[in-house]
């Protein structure tokens, strides 16, 4: 059984910083491919960030600011979170696919719980 556990949440002010951490259990074969969406009432569920194969892939919202890193074993994953901004504020959430993984995160079998992440003014 596959378990993803977040953490690293919390509250900032705008131009800080952030790290969330992600760590998947139950993860057989060579590793797995991983990621991060964010969630907010207003904007719904978007991609942020995702890492496949040791290649990393940014949202245009975040190119520049955050960095997604994996470890050797590819069964866990780090989002740098920098300059962040008010419109950062969401619930972010781990993605993990066995490879070979698909290409849409939105199509991947395993998420993690969730965790807050708020930027103030």
């Known amino acids: 059984q596959v378990q993803l556990v977040e953490s690293g949440g919390g509250s900032v002010q705008a131009g800080g910083s952030l790290t969330l951490s992600c760590v998947a259990s139950?993860?057989?074969?060579?590793?797995?491919?991983m990621g991060w969406v964010r969630q907010t009432p207003i904007k719904g569920r978007e991609f942020v960030a995702l890492?496949?194969?040791?290649?990393?892939y940014y949202a245009d919202s975040v190119e520049g600011r955050f960095t997604i890193s994996q470890d050797a074993a590819k069964r866990a994953v780090t989002l740098q979170m920098n300059n962040l901004g008010p419109e950062d504020t969401a619930e972010y959430t781990c993605?993990?696919?066995?490879?070979?993984?698909?290409?849409?995160?939105?199509?991947?079998?395993?998420w993690g719980p969730g965790t807050q992440v708020t930027v103030s003014s």
């Open positions: 993605a993990a696919e066995r490879e070979p993984c698909g290409a849409s995160i939105e199509w991947w079998n395993y």
């Open positions: 139950g993860i057989t074969g060579s590793g797995a491919c």
């Open positions: 890492i496949k194969y040791g290649k990393p």
